[in-house]
């Protein structure tokens, strides 16, 4: 119950943080978006109530803040989540670089998606922020989770004695 | 378990269902802030300002930092810009003294008729027993013992001992140094012998002759070794009270000895006879 009390705040400090942050180094050009690890990790930790319930809340404070279309983004992380969620079983998690390539790919995933979107709801092509602005950003995420799950498996072993796998998530409700 | 899997399914679909209608009502009409966004922006809108007035604090601090370091490095520099200046500034000062003392002379050499060789004094000794100097220019430079030494305003000395790049000078207030002189204003002739550090004395001067205080006193150009005409001190003091045929005439030297720090040697008088040109002086 505590998760779910917690998250809408920790969710507005995450979206807002990685606002700030992508503020100040980047002068807005690009996004940091810690909230689509957060999400990944999310598919790989948590069972599917808690993780999407996670990926709406994130996705909906992230509409809210960043000023796209409401709705764009609680879809896209949900979808993020769903589909981390049923590859996690066959992904070994360990393996940090499996992590940062799978992560790319759903970045790239989200960023076509947008631009599709974009494209057939407004008519607006966004192609040619590919490679200056939504490339970076795939890779900037694709780092983040690699540091994200290597600072999660160490805390785990620090706490448990040892890192917790997808196999061992608790149940679904 | 069907039921778990289907209640699971079920909840996946809503939640889906839900973001697609949010999103296609947002797309369908420019929907203003709704409830749930304007909660979210009032929670955001605190945290946001903290953290952008810690991370300005934070970048003010670094730019503090930065500039201190920046400040720092530049006042080292400045330092170090100082230090050089004021060695070049006592180099120049030093140029500057010598150029000075170089021009005198120069005066020297353009008032006298004669060839010089210019010398620096290398070392100096003005014990009980002796007062002479070193200079750094010898016989390889045209340099004989006996030629005469002047240095502004006058005769200083004379080499006494030559080397090769090296000689030494006997100053005229060493005990043993003896010049024929003449008082200018009356022409009295004497001899001019050293007294110490500062002063010389004039010797068999009859206590009838006109020698007075502020007379000065020149070579005479008898004896062959000082050409005629130098100016070498002024009567300082006269007395005439001793038991004797003589008065007791004292002279003060022109030329400061403690401070010689280059001189002119006369390797050669000039077929004038070494007199003096007056060139306007």
Known sequence: MIFYL??????????????????????????????????ICAGFRLNVVRGLILALVMGFVFDCLTGSVMGLFMLVYMVVFLLTFFVSERLVT????????????????ETLFLLLFYQWIYGINLAGSLLSVFLPQALMVSIMAVGFFYAMHRIEEMIYGKSMHSSQRAGTF | MFFKN??????????FFAALIVLSSQIRQEAGAGFAKKLVLEAAAPLHN??????????????????????QEENRRLRRTIDELNSDLVRFREDHLEADRLRQNLALERHYDFKFVAAYVIG??????????????????????????????????????VSWHAAKVLLIIDESSNVDVLVQRTRVQSILRGAGPRSCL????????????????????????????????????????????????RVSPFADFSKLEEVMIIVDETADGGKTKAKGK
């Open chain 2, 124 to 161: 100096r000794e003005q014990a009980a027993l002796s007062k002479t100097i070193m200079i750094n220019k010898g016989s390889a430079h045209g340099l004989k013992t006996g030629m005469p030494v002047v240095a502004s305003p006058g005769l200083i000395g004379r080499l006494t001992d």
């Open chain 2, 50 to 71: 903290a953290l952008t007035a810690s991370i300005r604090t934070i970048g003010d601090a670094w730019n503090r930092y930065v500039y201190l370091v920046n400040l």
């Open chain 1, 6 to 39: 917690v998250l809408p705040f920790w969710a507005v400090a995450l979206v807002v943080a990685q606002t700030v942050l992508a503020d100040v180094l980047f002068s807005g050009w690009l996004v940091i978006e810690a909230s689509l690890v957060v999400v």
């Open chain 1, 94 to 109: 360990e393996k940090l670089y499996i992590i940062a390539f799978f992560s790319l790919i759903l970045s790239l995933m």
């Open chain 2, 202 to 249: 004039l010797k068999y001067v009859s206590k009838i002759h006109d020698v007075k205080e502020g007379d000065l006193v020149i070579t005479s150009g008898m004896s062959n070794v000082f050409p005629k005409g130098i100016l070498i001190g002024v009567v300082s003091g006269v007395d005439r009270q001793d038991v004797g045929l003589f008065a007791n005439v």
């Open chain 2, 6 to 15: 289907f209640r699971i399914v079920i909840f996946v679909s809503a939640l």
